[in-house]
């Protein structure tokens, strides 16, 4: 049995979890509404407060889906009740980020500004030299904080670019000069 998919996930005061046929989950909270549809080999039922996924035999593809859809469903009820948040950090002399509306432009380092929409359910937030991505959706905040990253990798040498906060940056020792 899959150790994370036979655990049951408790439904929060507040947040309503609709199962609609062919596995459409809709889960509403204080934060917002999410909706999403699982694979349909797994069943999912409502007990009480909490809800128990299953899955119908012991194939291979089957214990992977059995927690990939468990996990799902606890990202969305935990999405709407705390959301989730993701904080790079910009590194280098003369690279800044500023917020204009639902802009997000950065300098870093080009001819050119590179300015970048919030996109829908997503807000950027902008303290220095910190960029925090903020949304209800894991899968969309994790994604428009890699873009963003994409923009400037952070290089080995000087760590110069844009890393994560928690990120390590493996560095390297420059060339040295002729003897």
Same mark, same amino acid.
């Given at each position: 049995?899959?150790?994370?998919?036979?655990?049951?996930?408790?439904?929060?005061?507040?947040?309503?979890?609709?199962?609609?046929?062919?596995?459409?989950?809709?889960?509403? +909270?204080?934060?917002?509404?999410? @909706?999403?549809?699982? %694979?349909?080999?797994?069943?999912?039922?409502? /007990? #009480?407060?909490? $809800?128990?996924?299953?899955?119908?035999?012991?194939?291979?593809?089957?214990?992977?889906?059995?927690?990939?859809?468990?996990?799902?469903?606890?990202?969305?009820?935990?999405?709407?009740?705390?959301?989730?948040?993701?904080?790079?950090?910009?590194?280098?002399?003369?690279?800044?980020?500023?917020?204009?509306?639902?802009?997000?432009?950065?300098?870093? +380092?080009?001819?050119?500004?590179? @300015?970048?929409?919030? %996109?829908?359910?997503?807000?950027?937030?902008? /303290? #220095?030299?910190? $960029?925090?991505?903020?949304?209800?959706?894991?899968?969309?905040?994790?994604?428009?904080?890699?873009?963003?990253?994409?923009?400037?990798?952070?290089?080995?040498?000087?760590?110069?670019?844009?890393?994560?906060?928690?990120?390590?940056?493996?560095?390297?020792?420059?060339?040295?000069?002729?003897?």
């Amino acid at each position: 049995m899959s150790r994370i998919g036979r655990m049951p996930v408790t439904v929060p005061a507040g947040v309503t979890v609709d199962i609609a046929e062919g596995n459409k989950v809709m889960v509403k +909270g204080p934060k917002g509404t999410l @909706e999403r549809t699982l %694979p349909t080999e797994m069943t999912i039922k409502m /007990d #009480g407060d909490q $809800i128990v996924v299953t899955r119908p035999n012991d194939l291979k593809k089957m214990k992977s889906l059995h927690g990939l859809t468990r996990t799902l469903i606890a990202n969305m009820i935990t999405g709407v009740t705390e959301g989730y948040e993701k904080s790079l950090e910009v590194n280098g002399v003369g690279y800044r980020a500023a917020k204009a509306g639902k802009k997000l432009t950065l300098s870093l +380092g080009f001819s050119h500004p590179v @300015e970048m929409e919030d %996109p829908e359910g997503l807000e950027t937030v902008v /303290d #220095g030299n910190k $960029i925090t991505v903020k949304g209800i959706d894991k899968e969309k905040v994790g994604q428009y904080a890699a873009e963003i990253r994409e923009k400037r990798k952070p290089e080995p040498y000087k760590g110069k670019g844009i890393k994560y906060v928690d990120e390590v940056i493996r560095r390297k020792v420059g060339k040295t000069g002729k003897k």
